[in-house]
């Protein structure tokens, strides 16, 4: 098949400029003559599509090589278009085949999908694709009339740019791009269509012979020499039949956006012949002068995109996308060398507001330089007086550190070690908190601390002095390592205990407290058994010397001694009050030789503390209040004197009850007598004058 200076528009709408099919331009002038395609040794064949799948419903558009149905597709029950080819030959079929195996590989929101490819009963090839309803963007570029209406479509632009970087990706190169080949949809979707004269550069480059389907579709469809396109939009080296790559599609949109603004292609003319001689031999007028008021950058634009040489233009269709992106947002497109001073302009614009800041902070600082110095020398003065201020503020710390550790040496050397903790060590003062530091240490100092985590009830040391026991409100009892201050065991009971005691030989521990029970917990097993119960809360607990035997004492004055080997016991009433004190002769031989009891109610009582004989034979866990040893003149008992410095404390009373395990009934019994001994009406007077008489120590 040849055919003479054939000029065919293969393209889905009837409108928009005329494409060059073959056409060769010689060398010195005349005319173009066709150059016909290599035959082909295999054409493709498909499936005979199913019969009625595809309902045709009317002619929607034609082309030059195939015109395009409204149809419906019975199997999905959808709307689809159907391309059939019109054109006879071979020639024509594989061009047809190969439109729509290249569409079909491109998967874009801008690429018209492809749902099907077959023949009909009559042997002809078609395709289904997507139905689009729109306008082109020639339609839409021909109703704005003003260049500010024209920048609306600028984003159009980008979508086939985005869209035809994609292709490019792929190896597809669509050599065909011009307004009317670009679709906009009625929802604002923009769509690149006619792909029919697309060149795959991979499948051209790879393989010297076709060795599938797709490969023999488009097999020797494009030839050293052959014009491809349509014209008005050809790059020069597409216009003179050389090979071309992703450039020629950046130079077409190029000449598109320079379309859009000038509403005319860059070149044209009465015949192909005469636009392809200007294409070839002449530059496109400026779109400036086409069209006044087009900004600077956006000719860059144009003209970097439709640069004569290849070499010149937009790397890629991305780049060309991201410039007219910048352009939009403001920012400095790269195709457009800015004079300096409109970059300064532009940075001056788009920095305005930190620019004024400074110019503001700037002024301000000129009017205020000389305040500024004399507020400089101000401080300068005011610092000096700070500095000789917190001079003496930190003589002043360091001598009452100093005085409050050497008050706590007698009381706590490590309270005092933890105050000289916070004193400064300076080469001029250190040598008075070392002689505090020696002293404390020569009066034997906490190694550890021990946290029990809850208001503790009674503490125990046994008599081998490597444990230490705490009883607490959170109803745990905790042993602890003296050496190393770990803990190693915790004994969880159902009530508070109230006293605690090791045995002579530190393998028992016993104690007792609100259950009313005497418990005993081995070291050697880690149990724990009940020797016996009194009527009233434990609040006191000893072994006796020997270590085979435990007494008790309760609230109600009660004693109890319990055989540890036999289980016997024996509960005595020793005394009608409450009892303070249990203490036992540490050569003592018998529990009725060695009972002894301290502080009974009525009489005046002293303070006692923890004690240990010195070998560990011997144990006295007395109770009562610290208490001056000036005279009582009130009378008052141990326990009231205990109550009323609690009172004193700022506790009430149920903070009184707990920490002296009464009811707070007793507690108020016990303020009640006090008043009336002291003859005051209110607990302040009360506190008032047992401090004036010395009957509870100052606060």
């Known amino acids: 098949m040849h055919r003479k200076n054939a000029i065919r528009a293969d393209q889905d709408t009837s409108s928009g400029p005329e494409r060059v099919g073959t056409e060769k331009l010689p060398e010195t002038g005349g005319r173009m003559d066709d150059l016909e395609a290599p035959p082909l040794t295999e054409i493709p064949t498909w499936p005979v599509s199913e019969a009625e799948r595809y309902v045709l419903s009317g002619e929607w558009a034609v082309g030059g090589l195939g015109r395009i149905f409204d149809a419906s597709d019975r199997r999905l029950d959808r709307r689809v278009a159907i391309k059939q080819l019109i054109r006879s030959g071979a020639d024509a079929e594989a061009r047809f085949i190969r439109e729509a195996l290249i569409t079909a590989r491109l998967q874009h929101p801008s690429i018209v999908p492809i749902y099907d490819l077959g ?23 021909g109703e704005k009339s003003s260049v500010e209406e024209r920048y609306a479509l600028i984003p159009l632009v980008i979508a086939v740019a985005d869209a035809i970087a994609y292709a490019h990706q792929q190896g597809i190169v669509h050599r065909d791009l011009k ?3 670009v679709m906009i949809g009625d929802f604002g979707e923009t769509l ?7 060149v795959d550069l991979h499948s051209r480059a790879s393989r010297a012979a076709p060795s599938s389907p797709y490969d023999i579709a488009v097999a020797g469809l494009t030839t050293q020499g052959a014009v491809i396109g349509t014209p008005e939009y050809m790059a020069p080296e597409q216009a003179r039949g050389e090979p071309v790559d992703e450039r020629a599609d950046i130079y077409a949109l190029g000449a598109i956006l320079y379309f859009v603004f000038c509403q005319a292609p860059p070149f044209q003319g009465k015949t192909s012949h005469e636009v392809l001689s200007k294409v070839l031999g002449d530059l496109p007028v400026p779109v400036r002068q086409r069209q006044p008021g087009i900004p600077t950058e956006l000719e860059a634009v144009v003209s970097h995109a439709m640069a004569r040489d290849p070499a010149q233009r937009y790397a890629s269709a991305r780049q060309m996308s991201e410039d007219l992106k910048r352009f939009l947002s403001g920012q400095l497109v790269s195709a457009y060398r ?3 001073t409109v970059r300064l302009w532009r940075w001056t614009k788009r920095h305005r507001l930190p620019l004024a800041f400074t110019v503001v902070l700037v ?4 009017i205020s330089a000389t305040r500024i110095i004399r507020e400089r020398n101000f401080a300068n003065h005011q610092w000096r007086i700070a500095e000789e201020q917190r001079h003496v503020a930190e003589t002043r710390r360091d001598e009452l550190i100093l005085a409050q550790a050497t008050s706590w040496l007698e009381r706590d050397p490590t309270a005092a070690i933890a105050w000289l903790k916070q004193y400064p060590a300076k080469p001029d003062n250190w040598h008075k908190a070392a002689e505090i530091a020696s002293d404390a240490l020569s009066r034997g100092i906490a190694r550890h601390v021990f946290n029990h985590r809850s208001e503790i009830t009674d503490v125990a040391i046994s008599p081998d002095g490597r444990r230490f026991a705490s009883a607490g409100k959170d109803k745990l009892i905790r042993i602890w390592d003296l050496q190393s201050g770990r803990e190693i065991e915790t004994i969880r009971q159902e009530a508070v205990m109230s006293s605690i005691a090791f045995s002579p030989d530190a393998s028992l521990l016993a104690f007792g407290g609100r259950d009313k029970k005497v418990w005993v917990w081995s070291a050697q097993n880690k149990s724990q058994r009940v020797l016996g119960a009194h009527e009233a809360n434990i609040y006191q607990l000893a072994f006796l010397p020997g270590g085979d035997r435990v007494a008790s004492v309760a609230d109600d004055g009660s004693v109890g001694f319990w055989d540890l080997a036999s289980g016997a016991s024996r509960v005595r009433r020793e005394h009608r009050g409450r009892l303070y004190a249990l203490a036992f002769s540490p050569k003592a031989r018998d529990a009725q030789e060695c009972l002894d009891i301290l502080g009974q109610l009525g009489a005046s009582a002293v303070h006692h503390t923890v004690l240990r004989a010195r070998h560990g034979r011997g144990l006295v866990v007395p109770r009562g209040p610290r208490q001056s040893s000036r005279a009582n003149p009130a009378g008052l008992t141990a326990r009231e004197v205990e109550v009323l410095g609690l009172i004193a404390e700022g506790l009430s009373y149920a903070e009184v009850a707990d920490r002296l395990v009464l009811s707070e009934k007793t507690v108020g019994h016990h303020v009640s007598s006090v008043l009336r001994k002291l003859g005051e009406p209110t607990r302040s007077r009360a506190v008032a004058t047992a401090l004036r008489l010395g009957i509870i120590p100052p606060k």
Do not use: C, Q
């Open 363 to 366: 002024a301000m600082a000129a």
């Open 179 to 181: 307004p009317s080949n």
């Open 192 to 198: 690149v269509i006619d792909w029919g004269v697309a």
């Open 338 to 340: 800015y004079p300096t």
């Open 119 to 141: 023949h009909d009963s009559a042997g002809k090839p078609f395709y289904a694709m997507k139905m689009i309803s729109g306008r082109t963007l020639a339609e839409l570029a």
